[in-house]
């Protein structure tokens, strides 16, 4: 039975009404939900804010949560400079690195010879490693790889 945190939100705020400590709400979530039910620290959060008036049981927004930005913001980059590193991107999207490198593996990117490309084969790449392998395979039909290292005279 998957309860949501909005549901634990609003039996926390009934207990407080119910004049229950932070450790008596906890204790009778675990004993109805078991594992499902919300930590103690949690509990205890929650408590000390109705006690300071604030019964909204929703999340409240954070000052400087994470900035987001558009594939195309990312593409225009590459497009103007595809030999930017990670660092030069992140910092003119005033992103994390690791956003940045998310968000390129994303789009099939990947660095090559200092720059940013597609990280797809083109048919003539998938033609010639067809071609490299079926020589290969004739190669190893005819002489195998094996008779060559063994072969010593």
Same mark, same amino acid.
């Given at each position: 039975?998957?309860?949501?945190?909005?549901?634990?939100?609003? #039996?926390?705020?009934?207990?407080?009404?119910?004049?229950?400590?932070?450790?008596?709400?906890?204790?009778?979530?675990?004993?109805?939900?078991?594992?499902?039910? @919300?930590?103690?620290?949690?509990?205890?959060?929650?408590?000390?804010?109705?006690?300071? *008036?604030?019964?909204?049981?929703?999340?409240?927004?954070? @000052? *400087? *949560?994470?900035?987001?930005?558009?594939? !195309?913001?990312?593409?225009?980059?590459?497009?103007? !400079?595809?030999?930017?590193?990670?660092?030069?991107?992140? *910092?003119?999207?005033?992103?994390?690195?690791?956003?940045?490198?998310?968000?390129?593996?994303?789009?099939?990117?990947?660095?090559?010879?200092?720059?940013?490309?597609?990280?797809?084969?083109?048919?003539?790449?998938?033609?010639?490693?067809? !071609?490299?392998?079926?020589?290969?395979?004739?190669?190893?039909?005819?002489? #195998?790889?094996?008779?060559?290292?063994?072969?010593?005279?």
């Amino acid at each position: 039975m998957e309860r949501s945190k909005l549901h634990f939100r609003h #039996s926390l705020l009934l207990l407080f009404d119910l004049k229950k400590s932070a450790v008596e709400a906890h204790q009778t979530l675990l004993e109805t939900y078991g594992d499902a039910a @919300p930590s103690y620290p949690n509990c205890r959060f929650w408590f000390q804010r109705f006690k300071s *008036g604030d019964f909204d049981v929703n999340d409240k927004e954070r @000052p *400087g *949560g994470p900035k987001k930005f558009e594939d !195309n913001e990312l593409q225009d980059l590459l497009d103007e !400079n595809p030999a930017q590193t990670l660092k030069e991107l992140a *910092g003119s999207l005033a992103v994390d690195e690791s956003t940045v490198s998310r968000r390129l593996h994303a789009m099939g990117k990947i660095q090559k010879e200092g720059k940013w490309l597609p990280h797809e084969l083109t048919e003539n790449a998938i033609s010639n490693r067809f !071609n490299i392998a079926v020589s290969l395979l004739a190669r190893q039909k005819i002489k #195998s790889f094996l008779w060559r290292i063994c072969d010593w005279r």
